[in-house]
């Protein structure tokens, strides 16, 4: 949530951490909350009320800092925490329900100096809104339903976000690749899938989805349609400012090598994989971006239709025959090569000043 609100204000994206000092026995009772920089916030109400002991509060906000501590190290490793002094912060949850954890936030970024401290979050109960407001410079809560029961109601979506994905949103993105699906497949392609995954991993972001709509299977050659949609894709992935880079599959490569013609000072690099790009036709010599054809071994007649295709390219271009594979690259160790090779070409080619 945080990253779309970073992307969509062109701001930067860090992270800080608060974590829920639960009652035992009853974890989901929050009797407090710390955060990043030792600050420690109490609900003095459930403090009061149940009688809540240091004897009993310090041993779990003991626990909950060593995880805290851990948590900053993985995200973050050896980058240090932003300065925000003098600076507006924004300060994104997924909800709030006693508020404790922000109210824990706002307290340990306020020693920071900051210049004004926002809160934003998409629901939230009225009273912890009205508790929250004096103690911040703006608060943004897009529904404050009542009864409110939970925060995790309010979302159809609720699965606990992992450190790896926590890490990965935090990268400095260093390139976008948008993915043409070919013949047979969609956005759902579990190959194509398993391209990005890996390209993810290596910092590159990456745009999944279908080409072709239900009922139009028998327009899976249609080039100049792939391509328009692809192009669409395209330019608004372009529009994100990062280095830019397209992968495509059977007919989808075709696409994309169509796209990478007509977006010559966007494209950077293009990646096939078992893909047709002698189908692009007449947009084979004016494509400019390096170009990286992957092949089964064992995909001999497409093997010869891509040898074909780089004949008439005038684009640095490899070929690259996978030993063993067939056309899907279902064999042992075929896909996971695949996105090697694919990670290999985009990596340098997507940098900053990259050919």
Same mark, same amino acid.
């Given at each position: 949530?945080?990253?779309?609100?970073?992307?969509?204000?062109?701001?930067?994206l860090?992270?800080?951490?608060?974590?829920?000092?639960?009652?035992?026995?009853?974890?989901?009772?929050?009797?407090?909350?710390?955060?990043?920089?030792?600050?420690?916030?109490?609900n003095?109400?459930?403090v009061?009320t149940?009688?809540?002991?240091?004897?009993?509060?310090?041993p779990?906000?003991?626990? +909950?800092?060593?995880? *805290?501590?851990?948590?900053?190290?993985?995200?973050?490793?050896?980058?240090?925490?932003?300065?925000?002094?003098?600076?507006?912060?924004?300060?994104?949850?997924?909800?709030?329900?006693?508020?404790?954890?922000?109210?824990?936030?706002?307290?340990?970024?306020?020693?920071?100096?900051?210049?004004?401290?926002?809160?934003?979050?998409?629901?939230?109960?009225?009273? #912890?809104?009205?508790?929250?407001?004096?103690?911040?410079?703006?608060?943004?809560?897009?529904?404050?339903?009542?009864? $409110?029961?939970?925060?995790?109601?309010?979302?159809?979506? $609720?699965?606990?976000?992992?450190d790896?994905?926590?890490?990965?949103?935090?990268?400095?993105?260093?390139?976008?690749?948008?993915?043409?699906?070919?013949?047979?497949?969609?956005?759902?392609?579990?190959?194509?899938?398993a391209?990005?995954?890996?390209?993810?991993?290596?910092?590159?972001?990456?745009?999944l989805?279908?080409?072709?709509?239900?009922?139009? +299977?028998?327009?899976? $050659?249609?080039?100049?349609?792939?391509?328009?949609?692809?192009?669409?894709? #395209?330019?608004?992935?372009?529009?994100?400012?990062?280095?830019?880079?397209?992968?495509?599959?059977?007919?989808?490569?075709?696409?994309?090598?169509? @796209?990478?013609a007509?977006?010559p000072?966007?494209?950077?690099?293009?990646?096939?994989?078992?893909?047709?790009?002698?189908?692009?036709?007449?947009?084979?010599?004016l494509?400019?971006?390096?170009?990286?054809?992957?092949?089964?071994?064992?995909?001999?007649?497409?093997v010869?239709?891509?040898?074909?295709?780089?004949?008439?390219?005038?684009?640095? @271009?490899?070929?690259?025959?996978?030993?063993?594979?067939?056309?899907? $690259?279902?064999e042992?160790?075929?896909? %996971?090569?695949v996105? %090697?090779?694919?990670?290999?070409?985009?990596?340098?080619? *997507?940098?900053?000043?990259?050919?």
């Amino acid at each position: 949530m945080a990253r779309e609100v970073a992307e969509a204000l062109g701001a930067p994206l860090d992270v800080f951490l608060v974590r829920k000092l639960g009652l035992p026995g009853q974890e989901e009772l929050a009797m407090g909350a710390i955060a990043s920089g030792g600050a420690r916030v109490l609900n003095d109400e459930l403090v009061t009320t149940l009688g809540l002991t240091e004897e009993l509060i310090e041993p779990v906000a003991a626990r +909950e800092r060593v995880e *805290l501590e851990r948590r900053e190290r993985a995200y973050r490793g050896d980058r240090p925490a932003p300065d925000v002094a003098g600076r507006t912060v924004i300060l994104v949850d997924d909800g709030l329900a006693t508020g404790s954890s922000i109210r824990a936030a706002v307290a340990a970024l306020r020693r920071r100096g900051p210049a004004r401290i926002v809160v934003a979050v998409p629901t939230a109960p009225r009273q #912890t809104c009205q508790e929250l407001r004096p103690l911040v410079d703006d608060l943004v809560v897009l529904q404050t339903p009542q009864p $409110f029961y939970a925060v995790g109601v309010w979302y159809e979506d $609720f699965s606990e976000v992992s450190d790896a994905d926590v890490r990965r949103l935090l990268d400095r993105r260093r390139g976008i690749v948008v993915f043409a699906h070919g013949s047979g497949s969609g956005g759902q392609s579990p190959r194509s899938r398993a391209v990005a995954a890996v390209l993810e991993e290596a910092g590159l972001e990456t745009v999944l989805f279908d080409l072709l709509e239900a009922g139009e +299977e028998d327009r899976r $050659f249609d080039i100049r349609l792939l391509a328009d949609r692809l192009l669409e894709a #395209t330019d608004r992935a372009a529009a994100r400012g990062l280095p830019l880079g397209l992968f495509g599959a059977s007919t989808g490569a075709a696409a994309a090598l169509t @796209v990478a013609a007509e977006r010559p000072d966007e494209v950077r690099a293009v990646v096939s994989r078992g893909g047709r790009p002698d189908l692009a036709g007449e947009a084979l010599p004016l494509v400019r971006a390096p170009t990286l054809l992957i092949v089964g071994g064992r995909d001999e007649q497409v093997v010869q239709l891509n040898r074909q295709a780089m004949e008439r390219m005038q684009a640095p @271009v490899e070929l690259e025959i996978v030993p063993g594979a067939t056309h899907l $690259f279902e064999e042992p160790g075929a896909l %996971e090569r695949v996105a %090697e090779l694919a990670r290999l070409w985009f990596e340098p080619h *997507l940098a900053e000043g990259g050919a």
